[in-house]
């Protein structure tokens, strides 16, 4: 069936290091993939999100790559900070099917001061 | 602006009992989605209303039911509940109907299965 795989499951880097999550998606038909960051004890959250007929897409700290040859996609995450840990989720839309998203299972970031 | 409010937030159940959770969205949005988290399997999207039509639904089986209302208030409810469905529950809601919208989710209602 339809899938997004996403690596690392969890991920530890020093404050002020990047961060980086991918993704991978098997339906090509996919033309939208929102990012969502999940903080403790509250519900995902979009942080950013790009469409198929865009390359790359940045947003202050956060940026998000996208290559549809491969079905790949990235979040880039510089200069991190404390509050920036959380889990991740990436996501594709499919764009026939019976449900809305798929979600990848999710990265937990931890920024160590 | 008012959020996405789940209730309840917390709550513990025995198996074979049934459970109900409710999720009023945003004003104004009219697609309500339920996503069940568990540990390791990430969201898994359990079926999506549009003015109080089901639209989408994932591969769930059928103890797992929902409603909408026409406040666009929505409704889950698991019959027969297994250790198994232990899990956040999700609910979120989006303005648009087509899958390119944002989803703003809620707290959650945490179910735990004895």
């Known amino acids: 069936g339809e899938n997004v795989e996403q690596h690392p499951s969890t991920l530890s880097v020093q404050e002020g290091d990047s961060a980086v999550i991918k993704c991978t998606y098997s339906?090509?038909?996919?033309?939208?993939f929102p990012w969502y960051k999940q903080e403790l004890g509250k519900g995902p959250q979009l942080i950013i999100d790009?469409?198929?007929?865009?390359g790359e897409k940045k947003d202050q700290r956060i940026a998000v790559t996208l290559n549809k040859t491969a079905k790949h996609f990235s979040l880039h995450i510089t200069e991190t900070q404390p509050e920036d840990s959380a889990v991740y989720f990436c996501a594709a839309s499919l764009t026939s099917g019976t449900y809305k998203y798929i979600f990848g299972t999710g990265t937990r970031l931890k920024v160590l001061a | 602006k008012a959020g996405v409010t789940q209730t309840p937030r917390y709550l513990i159940k025995t198996r074979g009992q049934q459970v109900t959770l409710s999720c009023s969205p945003i004003s104004g949005h009219r697609s309500v989605s339920w996503y069940q988290q568990t540990p390791g399997q990430g969201l898994q999207f359990l079926f999506e209303?549009?003015?109080?039509?089901?639209?989408n639904k994932g591969n769930f089986p059928g103890r797992f039911s929902g409603r909408q209302f026409s406040n666009s208030r929505s409704e889950m409810n698991v019959s027969t509940l297994e250790l198994g469905d232990s899990a956040l529950y999700l609910c979120?809601?989006?303005?648009?109907?087509?899958?390119?919208?944002?989803?703003?989710f809620g707290e959650g209602s945490r179910l735990t299965v004895l």
């Open positions: 790009i469409r198929s007929n865009v």
């Open positions: 979120a809601s989006s303005r648009e109907a087509v899958n390119t919208g944002e989803l703003f």
């Open positions: 339906d090509s038909a996919s033309n939208y």
């Open positions: 209303y549009f003015s109080e039509t089901q639209r």
